[in-house]
């Protein structure tokens, strides 16, 4: 049972070019996140979504889209990379929440810099 | 919109010291996580708390929540060296209707425990 995988771990980007984050799920989680974590800031919801092919804007998705095309995936998108995108990214998935145990559980992280 | 604020947002203790993080979040909810996160890691769920009045003790460390007040303590008794990580306090909000929940953090409280 491996959990919820990112890929890539790490990445190093141009100021405009794109990328795609993937995380896996192999858990029938319902909902999956992304944020991105800055020092000093915690961790900033950018997208989630409720369900397969659901979608909806957290705190800061300016910049990014993403798509829940599979339940297990959920992929992050940057359109065009700036500095300012330079960070920690991380995915988390939990179940559905009428269910007791419903914390989120996290990947690895995506540590990417753009420069 | 939701604001989880934590305090003090640095700590640092003697080992055996007994202190208390607090977290405070701005609209109704009655969902409240505990996570911790070592450097360069992942979040790794430490409680789930799920009503009005919820305890729950691991180890070193118990969790409360008071939904009247808004409020959710982490109590760390007899502090020892291990507990030196990140925590953070992680609030549930429903958006919109249905089953809509984003997951909100405070920007965590870095403690150091000192010999």
């Known amino acids: 049972n491996a959990g919820v995988t990112q890929t890539p771990k790490f990445r190093v980007l141009k100021t405009g070019q794109s990328m795609t984050l993937l995380c896996a799920q192999d858990m029938n989680h319902e909902y999956m996140y992304w944020y991105r974590q800055d020092p000093g800031m915690g961790l900033r919801l950018i997208h989630y979504?409720?369900?397969?092919?659901?979608?909806a804007k957290g705190e800061v998705p300016d910049g990014y889209n993403v798509s829940r095309l599979k339940k297990q995936n959920f992929l992050l998108g940057l359109e065009s990379a700036a500095p300012s995108q330079t960070s920690v990214y991380f995915c988390a998935s939990r179940i559905d929440r009428g269910l007791p145990n419903t914390e989120a559980f996290f990947g690895q992280g995506t540590r990417l810099t753009v420069v | 919109e939701l604001k989880v604020e934590q305090n003090p947002l640095f700590l640092s203790m003697q080992e055996g010291k007994n202190y208390t993080i607090y977290c405070n979040y701005s609209?109704?909810?009655?969902?409240l996580y505990w996570y911790r996160q070592d450097p360069g890691k992942s979040l790794e769920s430490l409680f789930v708390?799920?009503?009005?009045?919820a305890v729950k003790q691991e180890g070193r460390l118990m969790a409360s929540l008071d939904t009247k007040a808004r409020l959710s303590t982490l109590h760390i008794t007899a502090a020892v060296h291990d507990l030196s990580a990140t925590y953070f306090c992680?609030?549930?909000?429903?958006?919109?209707?249905?089953?809509?929940?984003?997951?909100?953090f405070g920007k965590g409280t870095l403690l150091t425990v000192n010999p």
């Open positions: 609209t109704t909810s009655d969902r």
């Open positions: 979504s409720v369900g397969e092919g659901t979608t």
């Open positions: 992680a609030v549930d909000s429903q958006t919109g209707g249905g089953s809509n929940y984003k997951l909100t």
């Open positions: 708390l799920l009503s009005n009045g």
